[in-house]
C-alpha cells in the first residue's frame, strides 16, 4: 500500500513539472569547456537525450557529476561564489554524468536515492544545479574496494564499499577537531569533522561492530538503538551516508524497491571536497526545480 501510494505520488509530481522540463536546460557557467566536457554538457541539457541502461554505464570516467542547490553555489549574476564547495563535509558523494542523461530532475532525485517524502519535505521549490567537473591529475579514481587505504589516502577518489567508508571515517574521525559549542545540529564541515567532545572521538576510533553496520537494515538498527545505532547515525550526520545507501558502490532508487542489494542503480563515488573554482574543468547547467501545486492553487497563478 505504502509503495503504491509513493509511486502515485511520484506521478503527480512527474505530472507537474513536465512543461517545465520540457525545453532545454541552461548552461550556467563553465570553465575550460573542452570538446568532452562540452559534449557531456549538451547531453544533460538536452532533457530529450536517450537515457543509458543501468547495465551500460561505466565506472571508468574522468568526469563526475554533482547535485547541489543552486543557492549555494552561484551568484545572482550567476558567477561562482568565492567560497562555494562541492559538499558540506570533507568528503562527498557523486555519480557519473551519463547516468542522468534524459532523466528528469525528479527522476535525478530518486536515481540518487532521495525518498518520495523527503523530496516533498526539503526538495520541493528548490533550484537545483548539476556540476560536472574533472579533478586535478593528482587525485585519481582507485581501485582499493577492501577499506585497506593508501598512505595518501585524501588524495584518491573510491568507491564507497562499506569498508572503505568505514575506513574513510575513521581517518576522517582521527583528525576531526573538538568544538563543545557548536551546535549538534550543524553539520556543515567541509574541510574537517569536529565533535562535541572527546568521548564522542573516541567511541568512533574504537568501535568493532562493523559487520553488524553492514548487515542489518538500517530500520532494524535505529528499532534496536545501542552502541550498533549511535555509530550509524554518526555515519549519517558526519559523512551523509543516509538510509538508502548499499555499500556496494550503486546507487539505490529511492521508489524502486526491486533494486535492493543488486547491481542496478547508478554508479557513486566519494571523493575529497574541495572549492568548486579549484577544479581544473567543471560545467554548471541548471535542472530548474520541483514545484508541487495543488489544482486550486494553479488556478490562482
Request: proline share 5%.
Amino acid at each position: 500500500m505504502i509503495k503504491k501510494y509513493l509511486l502515485f505520488l511520484c506521478l503527480i509530481i512527474a505530472e507537474l513539472i513536465s512543461n517545465a522540463s520540457a525545453q532545454e536546460r541552461e548552461l550556467l557557467y563553465s570553465v575550460s569547456l573542452t570538446d568532452k566536457l562540452r559534449n557531456i554538457a549538451t547531453k544533460i541539457q538536452d532533457i530529450n537525450q536517450a537515457k543509458v541502461p543501468y547495465a551500460e554505464l561505466t565506472e571508468n570516467n574522468d568526469y563526475f557529476a554533482r547535485i547541489i542547490p543552486r543557492q549555494y553555489i552561484l551568484t545572482e549574476s550567476n558567477e561562482v561564489q568565492e567560497n562555494a564547495v562541492l559538499g558540506a563535509k570533507p568528503f562527498v558523494f557523486f555519480t557519473t554524468p551519463e547516468g542522468i542523461y534524459g532523466k528528469s530532475l525528479l527522476e535525478i532525485y530518486l536515481e540518487i536515492g532521495y525518498k518520495a517524502e523527503n523530496i516533498i519535505k526539503w526538495q520541493r521549490n528548490q533550484e537545483m544545479i548539476v556540476i560536472v567537473f574533472r579533478y586535478p591529475k593528482n587525485i585519481i579514481l582507485s581501485k582499493i574496494k577492501n577499506g585497506h587505504l593508501p598512505k595518501v589516502w585524501d588524495q584518491n577518489i573510491y568507491v564507497p564499499t562499506w569498508n572503505n567508508v568505514f575506513s574513510i571515517f575513521h581517518r576522517l574521525t582521527k583528525n576531526g577537531t573538538i568544538k563543545p559549542n557548536k551546535p549538534g545540529g550543524s553539520e556543515f564541515a567541509p574541510e574537517k569533522l569536529f565533535f562535541n567532545d572527546e568521548a564522542q572521538k573516541v567511541f568512533i576510533l574504537n568501535f568493532p561492530e562493523t559487520e553488524k553496520i553492514k548487515s542489518t537494515p538500517y530500520p532494524n538498527l535505529k528499532l534496536e538503538g545501542g552502541k550498533n545505532w549511535d555509530y550509524r547515525e554518526l555515519l549519517e550526520r558526519k559523512l551523509s551516508i543516509f538510509e538508502h545507501f548499499q555499500g556496494n558502490g550503486r546507487t539505490l532508487n529511492g521508489i524502486n524497491s526491486a533494486n535492493i542489494k543488486t547491481e542496478n542503480g547508478l554508479f557513486e563515488f566519494i571523493g575529497p571536497n574541495m572549492k568548486i573554482n579549484d577544479f581544473p574543468e567543471f560545467a554548471i547547467i541548471d535542472l530548474g526545480m520541483l514545484i508541487i501545486k495543488d489544482t486550486y492553487t494553479l488556478e490562482n497563478d
